[in-house]
C-alpha cells in the first residue's frame, strides 16, 4: 500500500482571492513504513508574498523570484503523487489550493483518496488540541526544527504524527513480542532422543586404547563409570 504524505506553503488562506502554491512537501509510504523517497518543489506565484504569510514560512518574493512556476513542475507532482492515498493535517485546506493550481493549468481535480489527519487526531483524542504540534508533544516527537513552517519538514513530522495515530509503534512492538515468545516456545521445545543411536566412528584400535588409557586411571575414576555404561547400552 503506497501513500503520500504531503503539506504545502501558499501565499494566504484561499485560492479564491488570489493566494498561491508556493511550497510542496512529499514523503513516500509504503505499507506505513517511509522509504526515503520524497518530492520538494518551490514554486513562484506570480505575486508578492503577504507579510502574514512571510512571517509562517519565511518565503520572500526575492527567494522565489527564480523559482519555477507550477506549470512547470505539475507533470513531476502528479507523477510522483500518482493514485496514491494521500495523507494531509487539515486536507481540506491543501487539496483546495493543489486543485486551483492544476484548474490554472487545465488539468483535472485530483481524485485521490485522503486521509485528514485532523479527522483522525480529533477521533482518536476527542476534545484535546490537534494541531502538527500539539500533536508532536503529545507523542513525544522531536519538532524542534520546525521554527517556521515548511512543506517538507511538516510532511516529514506528519509522517511520524500519522505513524503514532493508526498505531504503527504499538503494531511494532506486538510484532517484536511475538517474535519473542515463538523464540520462547522454540527453545522449551523438549529435545527428542533419536530412534536410533548414531554408529560410532571410533575404530577397534582406537577404542583399545582408550580402554587402556582409562584402565590406568583406576576403577574410581569417573571416565570408568562412563565407559562401563557406554558398553552395558551396546
Known sequence: ????????????????????VVEIGCVEL????????????YLNPDRSMP??????????????????????????????????????????????????????????????????TVMVARDRHPGARVSLDALCKHYGIDNSRRTLHGALLDAEILAEVYLELIGGRQVGLALVEEQRNVAIEFKAAPARPRPEPLPSRLTEDERAAHAAFIGKMGDSALWAYYADSADAAE
Open 1 to 20: 500500500m503506497r501513500e503520500i504524505v504531503l503539506d504545502t506553503e501558499t501565499t494566504g488562506l484561499s485560492p479564491a482571492t488570489g493566494d498561491r
Open 30 to 41: 509504503l505499507n506505513h513504513i517511509p522509504t526515503g523517497r520524497h518530492l520538494h518543489l
Open 51 to 116: 507579510e502574514e504569510a512571510f512571517r509562517v514560512h519565511g518565503l520572500s518574493d526575492d527567494f522565489l523570484r527564480d523559482k519555477p512556476r507550477f506549470v512547470e513542475k505539475a507533470d513531476a507532482f502528479l507523477e510522483f503523487i500518482e493514485d496514491s492515498t494521500l495523507v494531509i493535517h487539515n486536507a481540506p485546506f491543501d487539496m483546495g489550493f493543489l486543485n486551483a493550481e492544476l484548474e490554472k493549468v487545465r488539468r483535472p481535480s485530483l481524485k485521490n483518496p485522503v486521509i485528514d
